[in-house]
């Protein structure tokens, strides 16, 4: 079983910027793909980012359309860590956002074909 622990999810002013961090310690896969999706209340769980690993320090990434540009993907081998760098953060990114892994690459942005999901880290953009 792989756990998945998000953190870094505040309140934060428009504009400002924040960095959310997900962990899965342990044994994960050969090749396999980390990410972040968000859902806000009484909306869809919507794709954000994913970066794929498969050995190396690179791994190939993809983003959704209303974060390109603002937000950024990044990993750390150790633990298995990914980041996600959101700046000029707008009202309407406030969600829970929840960090997820596959067990295969480039990770599909339809939520229903993740393996593996964190429990969520809210982020509150106020105007």
């Known amino acids: 079983q792989v756990q998945l622990k998000e953190s870094g999810g505040r309140l934060v002013q428009a504009g400002g910027s924040l960095r959310l961090t997900c962990i899965a310690p342990g044994r994960t896969f050969s090749s396999y793909s980390m990410g972040w999706f968000r859902q806000a209340p009484g909306k869809e769980r919507e794709f954000i980012a994913a970066?794929?690993?498969?050995?190396?320090?690179?791994?190939?990434?993809y983003y959704g359309d209303s974060v390109k540009g603002r937000f950024t993907i990044s990993r750390e081998n150790p633990n298995n860590t990914v980041f996600l760098q959101m700046n000029s953060l707008k009202p309407e990114d406030t969600a829970v956002y929840y960090c997820?892994?596959?067990?295969?690459?480039?990770?599909?942005?339809?939520?229903?074909?993740?393996?593996?999901w964190g429990q969520g880290t809210q982020v509150t953009v106020s105007s």
């Open positions: 997820a892994l596959n067990r295969r690459l480039s990770m599909s942005p339809n939520p229903n074909f993740v393996d593996y």
């Open positions: 970066i794929d690993w498969s050995g190396g320090s690179g791994g190939s990434t």
